[in-house]
């Protein structure tokens, strides 16, 4: 593989406020690569500076290879697409994805060939003449991805693309989307605050937080390895559990249990530290040789459908979220009901030591 786009060192202030604070990057041709953040955390500044639409305060920025501080948008061969869609409101779906083209001034027989074939991708082929008024929200965006795409440009930027759209047809889309992505092969820079969505569709993801890029790595890295409490926070639901190195592979948790948890390099006695446990890993039945058990308190259980989450409390306002074991047996629900006292465990595997 080949690097399609380099960040180095860029910052973005505007007047006194640094929206964007050093982030360097590396992202591959081809790659499905993804901003992901809280609102505010700098994603779509990021990306405007990679079309073009800012100009970094500092660093550098390369599109293959190539310096672009001096190149505006329209000659950058990047693309944009947007949450809002943005469509030509008076042009039909053809027309709106030949716009493009024809201000480049492309041939006719050409255009017409391009936009079937943009069409075709985005399976929107039969509604060529139709208004963009008479379209749902998932065939406006799927207009504005032919639109974009029609262009055949090196990279894509798309800024929270499915954010309009309702949970069960942003969920196709996501689907879509990745196919179309894979199918035309243009790198895609992804921006979206919605954690599942980047975990779902991504080759790499960079958490940002505060202007800054936090972690960067593949969905599987930054989930089961987080590198510091915020990523943990942020990507699904962690237990974070204040604790104390007690000695070598040993923690006190606030609540004054002693676990077994793999200590980072250079940890010393007496740190402050946290632990991460993923709900999905604590059993509440299944107990094993070499694993850290605790005794707690049922504060709460909620009924999701797919899952049952139940808070448990382990003392001096500490607490764990775990999920019900739904293959055990019906009627053991009562179990964990509140005020129940349970058993519950985890691999020191499992257990994440952040400092
Ligand atoms: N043109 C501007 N002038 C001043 N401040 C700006 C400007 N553009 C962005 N900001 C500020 O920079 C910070 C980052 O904004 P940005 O739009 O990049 O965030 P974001 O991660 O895309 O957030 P969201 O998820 O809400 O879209 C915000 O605090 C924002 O108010
Ligand atoms: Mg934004």
Same mark, same amino acid.
């Given at each position: ?113 391009? =936009? ?58 996501? =689907? ?41 790595? =593949? ?100 607490? =764990? ?35």
């Amino acid at each position: 593989m080949s690097e399609a786009i380099r960040l180095e060192d860029v910052s973005k202030s505007f007047g006194e406020y640094e929206a964007v604070k050093d982030v360097s990057l590396t992202i591959e041709k081809g790659e499905f690569f993804s901003l992901l953040g809280p609102s505010g955390c700098g994603k779509t500044t990021t990306l405007r500076m990679l079309a073009g639409f800012e100009i970094p305060t500092e660093g550098r920025i390369l599109l293959e290879g190539e310096p672009v501080e001096d190149v505006p948008p329209y000659e950058r061969n990047v693309n944009m697409v947007f949450q809002s869609y943005a469509l030509f409101e008076h042009l039909d779906v053809a027309d709106n994805v030949a716009f493009g083209l024809k201000r480049k001034k492309v041939a006719k027989d050409e255009i017409r060939k391009r =936009v079937e074939e943009s069409l075709e991708l985005v399976s929107l082929a039969d509604r060529a003449k139709s208004h963009t008024n008479e379209l749902s929200g998932g065939e406006k965006q799927r207009v504005a991805l032919a639109r974009a795409l029609v262009n055949e440009p090196a990279v894509l930027l798309l800024d929270e693309p499915l954010g309009a759209l309702d949970l069960k047809l942003r969920r196709q889309m996501q =689907v879509e989307l990745k196919q179309i992505q894979r199918e035309v092969g243009i790198t895609f820079v992804y921006v979206t605050h919605d954690q599942e969505e980047a975990l779902a569709m991504s080759d790499r993801i960079a958490v940002m937080s505060d202007g800054e890029v936090v972690q960067c790595g =593949v969905p599987e890295e930054v989930y089961e390895h987080p590198a510091e409490a915020f990523v943990a926070g942020f990507i699904g639901v962690s237990n974070l559990m204040e604790g104390i190195v007690q000695g070598k592979d040993k923690v006190k948790l606030a609540s004054g249990q002693s676990v077994k948890a793999p200590l980072p390099e250079g940890c010393d006695k007496g740190e402050k530290v946290q632990l991460s446990v993923r709900p999905e890993k604590i059993t509440l039945d299944d107990f094993e040789r070499g694993m850290v058990t605790l005794e707690g308190t049922v504060a709460e259980r909620v009924y999701q459908g797919v899952n049952t989450q139940v808070t448990i409390s382990l003392g001096d306002g500490a607490s =764990v979220v775990a999920l019900e074991q739904q293959t055990y047996r019906a009627s053991a629900d009562d179990r964990w009901e509140p005020g129940a006292k349970v058993k519950l465990g985890w691999h020191p595997d499992h257990c994440l030591v952040l400092r």
